[in-house]
């Protein structure tokens, strides 16, 4: 497992979350003259009222996910280098650690 991948999709999917919510907005502020037919105007409304509550429950799965991944990433991080230092011997030999290491 690579705690750095892990923190780059996050990353990615936080973009995502963001690129979601503006997308929604940008459609909430087109006109006529961005759409170019009132038809499309009303198609889009209408396509932006029903895919809202989508794009919310989309956007807060991935915000949880994204937030699990980066805990991943962080727990990994810590017993990573916990077990480095569990596994790297004491340098002074007269410490108590090294003494008492099975490694020292």
């Known amino acids: 497992m690579d705690a750095e991948e ?10 995502c979350t963001s690129e979601m919510r503006a997308a929604g ?11 170019g037919h009132e038809a499309v105007e009303f198609a889009c409304g ?15 799965l991935t915000d949880s996910i994204r937030g699990g991944l980066q805990a991943t990433a962080q727990a990994y ?6 077990v480095q230092k ?8 007269n410490s108590p650690a090294a003494e ?3 490694f020292g």
Not at 25 to 35: C, I
Not at 48 to 60: A, D, P, T, V
Not at 86 to 93: G, I, N, W
Request: charged share 20%.
């Open 100 to 102: 008492s290491s099975p």
């Open 46 to 60: 209408s396509f932006r009222h029903s895919w809202e509550y989508g794009i919310k429950q989309l956007s807060e």
């Open 6 to 15: 892990l923190n780059g999709l996050a990353t990615k999917l936080g973009d």
């Open 86 to 93: 569990a596994m790297t011997p004491a340098t002074a030999s």
């Open 25 to 35: 907005y940008r459609l909430e502020q087109a006109s006529v003259e961005d759409m």
């Open 77 to 82: 991080s810590q017993t990573d280098f916990a």
